[in-house]
Each structure stands twice: as structure tokens, then as C-alpha cells.
């Protein structure tokens, strides 16, 4: 339920937008309030990038993005959505309508597919989350240092706990179908069922062209390429097949067509593409040593401001299956962290008390691995401070590729709270090398400097 704060700032959001008529499009994402607009010529964007709540301002295509914080970006829609329909009963069916036109309007092509790619995987979060969070509460258990005998006196409870953390590793296929088949525009139980075809532990029992099939070869990767020839196959069966035989034919000959060509060619591709995945990164990471990590993390800021980073999320989903640890999000996560140290900087440097305000209020999630206010709010509109986070971030990615630190979750978790998830034996490297990046990112931008905005 909206507070008053939260009411506050959603009717003064459709104030500085130009009224309720003009909103176009209106949605959220964990941080930001994302609103397109019919008349551009009524917004009052010195008034918004002001009030009270919001830490910071984007535009990204026709979209204005308000930076508000985790959390307070879905209460503030809410509370804007309820203004809306109680002024305009037609106002949501509008907004719905205008919301699909913007999307294929607007839409760029590679950052679209990309970010379509990711919302097969966003669903997921919550689960690997508190998957890594379990997986690090075992590794704190078993240590005689911290927990004692626990481990020894109380086995079930660590077998327990096992089971809870890996949970999500043993169906992870079966919901990757799911969501991919969602995505696709597919059904979704279908999506389930081809996933639960590859993973099957009967294909070992099977023998093709002289060798056992592998259930489970090309891990997610093989499972999105077969539910994506699914939906389509699908789609063309509904077409064609007619009305009063659809409803059975329909599933009986996408199963028969998919799973027959899934196994005999997509599964095989899908296991050469995971495999060079795997193995590339791997052999990038070892053999590159400090320059791949400086490279990997420098750059990651400029590629979440581009939304490329979404095609990195099936990368840390192949490395945990393959190899059982994720070595490329430890370094990726040095980038934010690089962030939090210009941020300070900037707070000690500037006279702008509302710039510090906003510092203030972002750097906490900032530590917590949630970015966005402070890359929207404060780095990225001073210029000189995003590059000098990147540069920090830079020195860290570069020791923690160096240090050959992993983690034994995909993504999810970044910043402070990784460093429950880092393998046994890395987790001081991992904060030794946050530390570092903190006081690079600090550096680096105490040395560049900024123009500090005037209030």
C-alpha cells in the first residue's frame, strides 16, 4: 500500500509530466519510474529531476526514466497508475494499447533481443539468489573457525541445507523451458516438457549414429534453441491444422517434430555452443589474467547503459552448469563497486547539498550491488566521475581475474553480499581486491575532478 511520501511523489511525477493525459506509457523497473509521453513540449523536467525521492535522471529513446530507488520504483507506479484510472476509467486500456506500439516503435533491434533473452532468466532471480545465499551459509557452517563442530555434530542440517541451495540447479532446465517458451510466445507447459526431454537420464540408455546420448548436453543453451524451434513450429501448426483437430494434433505433432530434430541436431549444437562458451570464457579469464579482468569490468558500465549486458546472462548460467562456479561475475561486480568509490568522492568534494542528498540515499544499495541511482544520479550526469568509476573498476577486475576468484552462483547478487557466495578459500581475496577498487574508483576521481553543479 502507497504511503503518503509515496503519494506525494507520484502526484507531483504527473504534475512535472504535464498531467495524467499526457502519459503515453508507464512502467518500472527495480530502480526507475519509466514514463513516455504524447506532448514533450509539457514536461517540466527541472522540476522533476528535483523533487524529493528522485535520485537522478535518464532519457533512453522517447523514454523518461526517473531514478527512485529499489523498491520505490514499483510503489510510485502503483500509486500513479491509481491516479490515472480514477481520473480516466479508460486511462488503463490507453496506456496498455500505447505501451505495445512504444515497444515496437522504439525498440532498438540488439539491445531488444538481448533484453527479450534476459526476461527468460529475470523470473529466476529470487531463486539463485537465495540459492548462493544458502550456498554461502554451508561454506560459513562447515568452518571450524567460525561454526566449530557444527558441521560434524548436525550432518542432516547441512544435507538439508544442500538440498534447499541446489534445488534450483536441478530443475534449472525444466524452468528455463518454462520461461523461454513464455517468452516465445509459446505454451508454456510444452516449453517444460521439451526441457524435461532433454534432461532426461533415459537418453544415457540410448544409443545414436554409435554413441549414448548425454541427458542435460548444452545445458540452457540447448534447451533455449529447442523451445525457440518449438514455439515456432507451434505457431505454424495452429495455422495450419484445422479447427476441430487443432486443440489435440497441435501438441502431439510439436512434441514428435521438436523433440525428434532436438535430439538428433539441436541438442548437438546446443552441447559445441556451451562448450565453447564454457571453455572461452574459462581460457580468456586464466590466460588473459589482468588485462582480461581490467577489460571485463572497465567496460561493464558502458554496456548496462547500452542494456548489453543482457547477453552476458546466459553466460553465467553455462558457466555454473558446466563447471559448477562463475569466474566472470566476482569481476563484473568490481565495476560497481569502482562506482561506489567515486561516489564518495564526489560526496566529499561537492558543495551541492542536494547532489549530496543523493549520494547519501544511493550509496547504501550502491555497497548492496544495486547501481543504477548512483550511475543515473550522480556519475554518469558529472562525466568525469562514470570514467573514473570505470577505472576503478578496472584495477579490481583485473587482480580478481588475477586471483582467479569465483562464485558458485549465476547472477543476482552483486557488490557487499557476493562475498557470501565467493568458492572456500577466495572470499579475502575478494574483498581485499573490493577494497582496492573502492579506493581506485576514489582516486581516480579526486585526481580528474568534476564541474560541481550549481543548486
Known amino acids: 500500500m502507497a504511503t503518503d511520501k509515496t503519494r506525494v511523489l507520484a502526484t507531483e511525477i504527473l504534475s512535472g509530466v504535464g498531467g495524467e493525459g499526457n502519459i503515453s506509457r508507464l512502467e518500472n523497473c527495480m530502480t526507475r519510474v519509466r514514463i513516455q509521453v504524447h506532448d514533450e513540449r509539457l514536461l517540466d523536467l527541472p522540476t522533476l529531476k528535483n523533487l524529493e525521492g528522485v ?61 527479450q533473452l534476459a526476461n527468460v532468466f ?85 544409443h545414436l549414429f554409435g554413441e549414448a546420448l548425454q541427458p542435460g548436453r548444452g545445458g540452457v543453451i540447448a534447451v533455449l ?18 479447427e476441430s483437430v487443432e486443440l489435440i494434433l497441435n501438441p502431439l505433432f510439436t512434441t514428435l517434430i521438436t523433440a525428434t530434430l532436438a535430439i538428433v541436431i539441436l541438442q548437438p549444437l546446443g552441447g559445441v555452443i556451451s562448450d565453447a562458451i564454457a571453455h572461452g570464457v574459462n581460457l580468456a579469464i586464466d590466460r588473459g589474467g589482468l588485462w582480461v579482468g581490467a577489460l571485463l569490468a572497465g567496460s561493464f558500465l558502458p554496456l548496462v547503459l547500452s542494456g548489453l ?10 558457466l555454473i552448469q558446466s563447471h559448477g562456479s562463475n569466474p ?23 558543495r551541492n547539498p542536494r547532489l549530496k542528498k543523493v549520494i547519501k540515499s544511493a550509496l547504501p544499495v550502491g555497497i548492496l550491488g544495486i547501481g543504477e541511482p548512483l550511475i543515473f544520479g550522480v556519475t554518469l550526469p558529472l562525466g568525469r566521475p562514470f570514467i573514473a568509476a570505470c577505472l576503478g573498476g578496472a584495477v579490481g577486475g583485473a587482480l580478481i581475474c588475477y586471483w582467479k576468484v569465483a562464485t558458485v552462483i549465476t547472477f543476482g547478487i552483486s557488490g557487499l553480499p557476493l562475498a557470501l557466495t565467493i568458492i572456500s578459500g577466495k572470499v579475502g581475496l575478494y574483498l581485499t581486491g573490493a577494497l582496492i577498487t573502492l579506493v581506485a574508483g576514489f582516486i581516480f576521481t579526486w585526481i580528474m575532478g568534476f564541474n560541481d553543479p550549481e543548486e
Not at 84 to 111: C, I, T
Not at 126 to 151: C, E, Q, V, Y
Not at 309 to 318: A, D
Not at 340 to 350: P, R
Request: aromatic share 4%; glycine share 12%.
Open 328 to 350: 566472470l561475475l566476482p569481476i563484473l561486480a568490481m565495476a560497481g563497486v569502482g562506482q561506489v568509490g567515486a561516489a564518495i568522492a564526489v560526496l566529499l568534494k561537492t
Open 225 to 242: 534453441l529447442v523451445v525457440a524451434l518449438m514455439c515456432w513450429i507451434e505457431k505454424r501448426l495452429r495455422q495450419w491444422l484445422p
Open 122 to 206: 529475470i523470473p529466476l532471480i529470487p531463486a539463485f539468489i537465495a540459492s548462493g545465499l544458502i550456498t554461502g551459509i554451508i561454506n560459513l557452517l562447515k568452518r571450524p573457525d567460525i561454526a566449530g563442530s557444527l558441521a560434524l555434530d548436525y550432518p542432516n542440517l547441512l544435507g538439508l541445507l544442500g538440498i534447499f541451495g541446489g534445488a534450483v540447479f536441478a530443475i534449472m532446465n525444466i524452468l528455463v523451458g518454462v520461461n523461454a517458451a513464455r517468452v516465445f510466445g509459446g505454451s508454456q507447459a510444452m516449453g517444460g516438457v521439451m526441457a524435461g526431454i532433454l534432461s532426461s537420464p533415459q537418453l544415457a540408455q540410448i
Open 309 to 318: 549486458h543482457q547477453g552476458l546472462v546466459p553466460i553465467h548460467v553455462e
Open 55 to 115: 535520485k537522478g535522471y535518464v532519457k533512453q529513446g522517447q523514454q523518461h526514466q526517473l531514478i527512485v530507488g529499489p523498491g520505490a520504483a514499483g510503489r510510485v507506479v502503483d500509486a500513479m497508475r491509481e491516479r490515472l484510472s480514477s481520473a480516466d476509467p479508460l486511462a488503463k486500456a490507453r496506456l496498455e494499447h500505447n505501451k505495445a506500439q512504444a515497444k515496437v516503435k522504439y525498440a532498438a533491434p540488439m539491445s531488444g533481443a538481448l533484453r
